[in-house]
């Protein structure tokens, strides 16, 4: 399905989503507008779905990093996932897993305090782990 020239385009759009087209084309050896194509090709298909930034979420103010292991209180998850989403402000991803736990939930917080305050509301609806992060390390 995918060749080596859309697998180069995808490696350095991951690295760099502004690249223009003909600095994209001169990598991977093609014009600037065939590489366009490409990269129509592969967004029509539904490969690349979408481009982001990366925002340093320290600098930003949010300080506290957590993923919280989720356990729901009984088989009726609605409650906890109505909960997570009026809490978009601190959750960045909640997903559900299989083993032990039901969800892992990533936060970030301005503060221990703000993420003590959010521990308590959670706990209405579900018993949690708690791990913070000491230092991301970049893959």
């Known amino acids: 399905m995918l060749d080596s020239t859309d697998l180069k385009i995808l490696d350095q759009l991951s690295k760099n989503s502004r690249?223009?087209?003909?600095?994209?084309?001169?990598?991977?050896?093609?014009?600037?507008?065939?590489?366009?194509?490409?990269v129509v090709k592969l967004e029509d298909q539904g490969i690349i779905e979408g481009y982001t930034i990366n925002v340093n979420q320290a600098k930003m103010g949010y300080l506290v990093h957590a993923f919280i292991t989720i356990f729901t209180k009984n088989t009726n998850h609605q409650p906890y996932l109505e909960f997570v989403k009026g809490e978009k402000e601190w959750v960045i991803n909640n997903y559900k897993i299989s083993g032990n736990s039901c969800y892992l939930l990533e936060c970030q917080f301005p503060s221990h305090e703000r993420l003590d305050d959010f521990l308590v509301e959670l706990n209405q609806w579900a018993n949690y782990q708690l791990s913070i992060v000491i230092h991301p390390h970049k893959v």
């Not at 050896?29 to 065939?34: D, N, R, S, V, Y």
């Open 19 to 38: 690249i223009t087209m003909k600095e994209l084309g001169d990598y991977v050896h093609l014009t600037g507008q065939a590489a366009a194509a490409r």
